[in-house]
């Protein structure tokens, strides 16, 4: 147990802070349902409120914008450089960049699959998709029930999904996790942070690209 945990301590660490984090992100969400004065829905308990489309829709909102941020950061990666950022190939390094091609034999003599090759991307791309139209179904059911308390017809899907509501919190969620990847590039190229595999030695020049991937 000692050596799983020791293994595997960075993974566990953040899937601890997303327990903690969503936990108090339904009980918090919960006792606000008795502040609204709008007579927004009220649910029956706190398990009943884990299915609210309001709780939901704040729940994926976050998740999709977090899953596109780091889809965009792996395949941006893999033709753009950085110079000088920990995260990013080394500029004039083309041929080290490359690495194996698909249909390349591995260690072992068997082909790398096209799908091997780009299972990271296409991961996130999966979970993206997922997160996003969860997002959007619960958005709408929660848009919907406020429409409904005010006497308003309820959207369609259709409109739904062009409503200004919904793009609103959509490009409010990513440009957030945009701004804050793109501070990350910028300042890991001024910046250390001893004893971090997310920074450069504390030795390196300014513009040492991509230490961290030595």
Same mark, same amino acid.
């Given at each position: 147990?000692?050596?799983?945990?020791?293994?595997?301590?960075?993974?566990?660490? @953040?899937?601890?802070?997303?327990?903690?984090?969503?936990?108090? &992100? =339904?009980?918090?969400?919960?006792?606000? &349902?008795? /502040?609204? #004065?709008?007579? *927004? !829905?009220?649910?029956?308990?706190?398990?009943?409120?884990?299915?609210?489309?309001?709780?939901?829709?704040?729940?994926?909102?976050?998740?999709?914008?977090?899953?596109?941020?780091?889809?965009?950061?792996?395949?941006?990666?893999?033709?753009?450089?950085?110079?000088?950022? !920990?995260?990013?190939?080394? #500029?004039?390094?083309?041929?080290?960049? *490359?690495?194996?091609?698909?249909?390349?034999?591995?260690?072992?003599?068997? #082909?790398?699959?096209?799908?091997?090759?780009?299972?990271?991307?296409?991961?996130?791309?999966?979970?993206?998709?997922?997160? @996003?139209?969860?997002? @959007?179904?619960? +958005?709408?059911?929660?848009? +919907?029930?406020?429409?409904?308390?005010?006497? /308003?017809?309820?959207?369609?899907?259709? &409109?739904?999904?062009?409503?200004?509501?919904?793009? @609103?919190?959509?490009? &409010?969620?990513?440009?957030? /996790?945009?701004?804050?990847?793109?501070?990350?590039?910028?300042?890991?190229?001024?910046?250390?942070?001893?004893?971090?595999?997310?920074?450069?030695?504390?030795?390196?020049?300014?513009? /040492?690209?991509? =230490?961290?991937?030595?």
């Amino acid at each position: 147990m000692a050596r799983f945990l020791k293994d595997n301590g960075l993974t566990l660490a @953040f899937f601890g802070l997303f327990l903690i984090c969503i936990g108090g &992100q =339904a009980i918090s969400g919960y006792a606000l &349902q008795t /502040e609204d #004065p709008a007579g *927004q !829905s009220r649910s029956s308990g706190l398990i009943a409120y884990l299915a609210d489309p309001g709780f939901l829709k704040g729940v994926f909102s976050n998740w999709q914008a977090a899953l596109l941020q780091l889809l965009v950061l792996i395949v941006f990666s893999v033709f753009l450089r950085q110079r000088g950022a !920990s995260h990013s190939r080394k #500029p004039d390094d083309e041929a080290a960049a *490359q690495g194996p091609r698909p249909g390349a034999p591995d260690r072992v003599g068997r #082909p790398y699959s096209w799908t091997y090759a780009n299972g990271l991307s296409l991961a996130f791309l999966g979970l993206f998709l997922l997160a @996003f139209a969860a997002f @959007f179904f619960a +958005n709408a059911a929660s848009y +919907n029930a406020d429409r409904s308390r005010r006497g /308003e017809a309820a959207l369609d899907l259709a &409109q739904s999904l062009v409503s200004a509501d919904l793009w @609103f919190q959509t490009f &409010q969620t990513w440009q957030a /996790e945009f701004f804050a990847m793109g501070m990350f590039l910028l300042l890991s190229i001024y910046l250390r942070q001893d004893g971090s595999a997310e920074s450069k030695r504390l030795t390196a020049r300014d513009d /040492e690209t991509g =230490a961290v991937n030595e």
